[in-house]
């Protein structure tokens, strides 16, 4: 899907992609793209550390930028989950951020528009969650922070997933969200086309 947006969406062919979350690359996996990498965690080989609030990039030189923020709160302890591995959640978030991680987003797309040349597209993929009762509605929150830093909103499109995330304490499923994921398209401009 990805790579179907990365031909639709900017302007003229993008030949600089930074992944500011990349982990293991899956979202390259079968793609012929030369992308740039950047994750935090070393063990996933990226070509750049460093956290994506700080973008250790020039201004103006990116043409689109992916990013795959944490999305799976804190899930407590038990070697059966594998959050962790499976979405690189390196870090919890904690009770003064509501445990969410929509804190991180503003200087994200601060950094994102920073580093993206005129026109340049960001791609977002992310998925709202349930956490202590409470509906965590992060693809708002990124929405807000990405227009509120200077991007244009372009689409959001629903991802279906193919099943819900799966864990030893979710036994019956008792919100849709579980099942389905945004991915936010963005512009550097003051308009989407």
């Not at 003229?12 to 690359?25: C, F, H, Q």
């Not at 079968?30 to 990226?46: T, W, Y």
């Not at 797309?109 to 956490?131: N, Q």
């Not at 244009?152 to 994921?181: E, L, N, T």
Request: charged residues 25%.
């Amino acid at each position: 899907m990805l790579e179907k947006m990365i031909q639709f969406y900017p302007k003229t062919e993008p030949t600089r992609i930074l992944d500011a979350t990349v982990n293991v690359g899956r979202f390259w996996k079968n793609s012929s793209r030369d992308i740039v990498g950047l994750d935090i965690n070393l063990q996933c080989r990226p070509n750049l550390h460093g956290t994506s609030e700080f973008l250790p990039i020039k201004s103006g030189s990116l043409d689109a930028v992916v990013y795959d923020p944490p999305h799976v709160p804190n899930q407590g302890r038990g070697n059966q989950k594998d959050f962790e591995f499976r979405f690189g959640l390196g870090a919890k978030s904690s009770i003064d951020t509501n445990y969410s991680f929509s804190h991180t987003y503003p200087a994200f797309v601060s950094e994102a528009l920073r580093v993206l040349k005129h026109e340049g597209v960001l791609f977002c993929k992310i998925t709202d969650y349930i956490h202590n009762h409470q509906f965590q509605w992060a693809h708002v929150d990124f929405i807000q922070a990405a227009t509120e830093a200077g991007f244009h909103a372009c689409d959001c499109i629903v991802k279906i997933r193919k099943g819900p995330i799966i864990d030893s304490r979710w036994k019956i499923a008792h919100h849709a969200q579980k099942q389905h994921c945004y991915w936010l398209v963005f512009r550097k401009s003051d308009r989407c086309e």
